[in-house]
Nanobody, 124 residues
Framework: QVQLVESGGGLVQAGGSLRLSCAVS????????MGWFRQAPGKEREFVAA????????YYSDSVKGRFAISRVNAANTMYLQMNSLKPEDTAVYYC?????????????????WGQGTRVTVSS
């Protein structure tokens, strides 16, 4: 019932920056804690970052901490992932996800709704 649409992916050189967006519709955005995941070819889906309903808390995987920043603007029904200092190993399809709980989780199976992904390619 909630729809998630990612955008902002593309090709970027190593060391560059990219900002992903996740537009949410169909439900009240502030009812959902949100997360970003990514999946590279031949690899399992990997947690990237999560944010609580009202931006009171965030959590990052060790691989992106200090380089990526998750944020949300509830009035705009949009979540963002600002990616800086990109590395070739960041290349993946990035997915946004939603869950109707207040606390953070890194587990993909605890998110109830998913977008279709946006592809990020980082060249060396």
């Amino acid at each position: 019932q909630v729809q998630l649409v990612e955008s902002g992916g593309g090709l970027v050189q190593a060391g560059g920056s990219l900002r992903l967006s996740c537009a949410v519709s169909g439900r009240t955005f502030s009812d959902y804690a949100m997360g970003w995941f990514r999946q590279a070819p031949g690899k399992e889906r990997e947690f990237v970052a999560a944010i609580t309903r009202f931006s009171s808390g965030t959590y990052y995987s060790d691989s992106v901490k200090g380089r990526f920043a998750i944020s949300r603007v509830n009035a705009a029904n949009t979540m963002y992932l600002q990616m800086n200092s990109l590395k070739p190993e960041d290349t993946a399809v990035y997915y946004c996800a939603a869950r109707t709980v207040e606390y953070l989780t890194t587990r993909a199976d605890q998110y109830s709704s998913w977008g279709q992904g946006t592809r990020v390619t980082v060249s060396s």
